[in-house]
């Protein structure tokens, strides 16, 4: 069975922080993706990669940055946290892009 | 632990068709349920279900809700080639805990 496992369930920074959202994934999946979701707005892709070390922006990429070293991990990194920036975020993976996704739990963020 | 269903994990119709899909929940606190449509990258929303029997739609898909047996299921009439993708179904717990995705139902539609 797939897993797919994120850091934090739930992270209160302040404004101007550096936080990191971790994500691991347990099948040798070569596609990660980074979601935010807010009420009413569904899912919006923030970054993913196709393999290591590759990176693609997605469609709101701005104040995020991502990182993939090794293949089961990919980082979300908020530069410098804002309050804009409080959301529920999602990890998946997929192991080629047309097939399912399967998520990680989710880590609720709050920037205060 | 929070756990989503999705029934059938995969179904292959005809053009024209009407499919049902099923998600059922078991989670600890119950937020909303989200259903997704999934066909490339970024799975696109089509309805959060929050009260248990009011019916949502949009077009030739609805869905509705059902608290007290914990289960939706997802509607689509006269299903089209463009109809096929994975549907997701997502239950937010609310506050600490996160989304609970199913697995998604693959469905193809054949002209």
């Known amino acids: 069975d797939v897993k797919v496992t994120q850091s934090s369930r739930y992270l209160v920074k302040r404004t101007g922080e550096k936080v990191f959202l971790e994500c691991v994934q347990d099948?040798?999946?070569?596609?990660m993706f980074w979601y935010r979701q807010d009420p009413g707005l569904g899912l919006r892709l923030i970054y993913f990669?196709?393999?290591?070390?590759?990176?693609e922006k997605g469609d709101i990429p701005e104040g995020y940055s991502v990182s993939r070293e090794k293949k089961e991990r990919f980082s979300l990194i908020l530069e410098s946290a804002s309050t804009n920036q409080t959301s529920m975020y999602l990890c998946?993976?997929?192991?080629?892009?047309?097939?399912?996704?399967?998520f990680g739990p989710g880590t609720r963020l709050l920037v205060l | 632990e929070d756990k989503v269903v999705q029934s059938p994990l995969s179904l292959v119709v005809h053009e024209g068709d009407t499919v049902t899909l099923n998600c059922s929940y078991e989670?600890?606190?119950?937020?909303?349920l989200l259903w997704y449509k999934q066909e490339k990258k970024a799975p696109t929303f089509l309805f959060m279900l929050?009260?248990?029997?009011i019916e949502k739609k949009s077009g030739r898909l609805s869905s509705i809700l059902d608290k007290k047996e914990l289960f939706s299921i997802l509607n689509i009439t006269a299903t089209q080639t463009g109809d096929s993708a994975v549907y997701l179904c997502?239950?937010?717990?609310?506050?600490?805990?996160?989304?609970?995705f199913g697995k998604g139902t693959h469905l193809i539609i054949q002209p």
């Open positions: 099948m040798d999946h070569e596609n």
């Open positions: 997502a239950v937010d717990g609310g506050g600490a805990d996160g989304l609970t």
């Open positions: 990669s196709y393999d290591v070390k590759m990176k």
């Open positions: 989670v600890t606190n119950f937020r909303s």
């Open positions: 998946a993976s997929s192991l080629v892009e047309e097939e399912t996704q399967y």
């Open positions: 929050t009260s248990s029997g």
